[in-house]
Nanobody
Framework: QVQLVESGGGLVQAGGSLRLSCAASGRTISSYTMGWFRQAPGKEREFVGAISWSGSSTVYADSVKGRFTISRDDAKNTVYLQMNSLKPEDTAVYYC????????????????????WGQGTQVTVSS
């Protein structure tokens, strides 16, 4: 079972940037699709983006496309979420997650496809 720990959240002004990290331990994540999700107060968890196990493919929610970038460093067993041009509506707890199965060829978007989750990190964007 993999353990995931997010970090890098905080308070930032609108238009600013943050870089979230998701450090994995317990097993390698190099053969797993990794995803980022977020949950704002009073709202359901929503998909932010995902990166394939090879790192060659990414997919993003329309709300963050062009502003957020997911990358991975398998040597560090870590996944990143670079967030630029942040908006107040990006305020949420951000979670990283590892897909249930290895070497999936189709990028997953559903939370139920991911079997391991971190505890989350708070991102607050002030207007």
């Amino acid at each position: 079972q993999v353990q995931l720990v997010e970090s890098g959240g905080g308070l930032v002004q609108a238009g600013g940037s943050l870089r979230l990290s998701c450090a994995a331990s317990g097993r390698t994540i190099s053969s797993y699709t990794m995803g980022w999700f977020r949950q704002a107060p009073g709202k359901e968890r929503e998909f932010v983006g995902a990166i394939s196990w090879s790192g060659s493919s990414t997919v993003y929610a329309d709300s963050v496309k062009g502003r957020f970038t997911i990358s991975r460093d398998d040597a560090k067993n870590t996944v990143y979420l670079q967030m630029n041009s942040l908006k107040p509506e990006d305020t949420a707890v951000y979670y990283c997650a590892s897909h249930r199965y290895e070497s999936m060829t189709v990028l997953a978007r559903r939370g139920t496809d991911f079997g391991s989750w971190g505890q989350g990190t708070q991102v607050t964007v002030s207007s």
